[in-house]
């Protein structure tokens, strides 16, 4: 029993509110340029177990962090290697997997044997993860993932079926398919905008009010978009 008990005690149950404090401390220093190759520099860890602990309540280490962190960016690879093949999308809506087929499901799974259990396993906060845990980071690409992905499906869309849906290809593609080429090149726009403050180089991440009057500004977008 004792033994059991030593087992269990470092466990932690984490819940999405405990997950979103903890990936946006990990956005805000990764654009302080404090992620290493294999992990964070000390005081992230510090500021983490902070703010995990005095915003929601709970008691938790540098280890938890850390575990957290492998877990978080196991879930990016698997799903960044399936976002990357054809056949598969993100949605949004449910924040898990979209598969054309249980064909395609299959072959992929036989070939890639860890993504077995994520068909229908629900990944939130998937553009915070796509961000911190993007491994061109490193060398200042990671932040530019995006944009270059919704300028080449507004160029697909420029030559391609205008009826057909976008097929997502990239952790930050765009939520649904839009026809008309004038909003893609000012999507690409702000998008490049807001972007930019996420580089490594970039002074700050833009506020809200800032991303907001920037979408704002963008005719055919929705709300729900």
């Not at 992620?35 to 000390?42: A, H, T, V």
């Not at 280490?61 to 698997?78: A, G, P, V, W």
């Not at 553009?127 to 160029?155: F, H, W």
């Not at 030559?159 to 939520?175: E, N, R």
Request: hydrophobic share 30%; net charge negative; with cysteine.
């Amino acid at each position: 029993m004792a033994t059991s008990d030593k087992k269990t005690r470092g466990y932690v149950p984490w819940n999405d509110e405990m997950d979103k404090v903890l990936l946006d401390t990990f956005v805000d220093y990764y654009n302080k340029s404090d992620r290493c190759q294999n992990g964070w520099k000390s005081h992230v860890y510090t500021v983490a177990v902070k703010n995990v602990c005095e915003k929601c309540n709970v008691t938790i280490t540098k280890e938890n962090i850390s575990s957290r962190s492998k877990n978080f960016d196991k879930h990016y690879n698997i799903i960044n290697g399936l976002l990357s093949t054809s056949g598969f999308g993100w949605d949004w809506e449910k924040n898990k997997l979209k598969v054309d087929s249980d064909t395609v499901w299959d072959e992929y799974v036989e070939r890639n044997k860890e993504a077995k259990g994520y068909r229908h396993k629900v990944v939130k906060f998937w553009v915070l993860l796509s961000l911190v845990y993007n491994k061109d980071q490193a060398n200042g690409e990671g932040a530019k993932t995006a944009v270059e992905s919704s300028k080449e499906m507004a160029k697909e869309n420029d030559t391609g079926d205008k009826d057909a849906p976008y097929s997502v290809s990239s952790s930050s593609s765009l939520k649904r398919q839009r026809s008309d080429d004038s909003f893609n090149s000012i999507w690409c726009d702000k998008f490049d905008m807001l972007t930019s403050a996420l580089k490594d180089d970039g002074p700050k991440l833009p506020s809200s009010a800032e991303v907001l009057a920037a979408l704002q500004e963008v005719e055919g977008l929705d709300e729900d978009t």
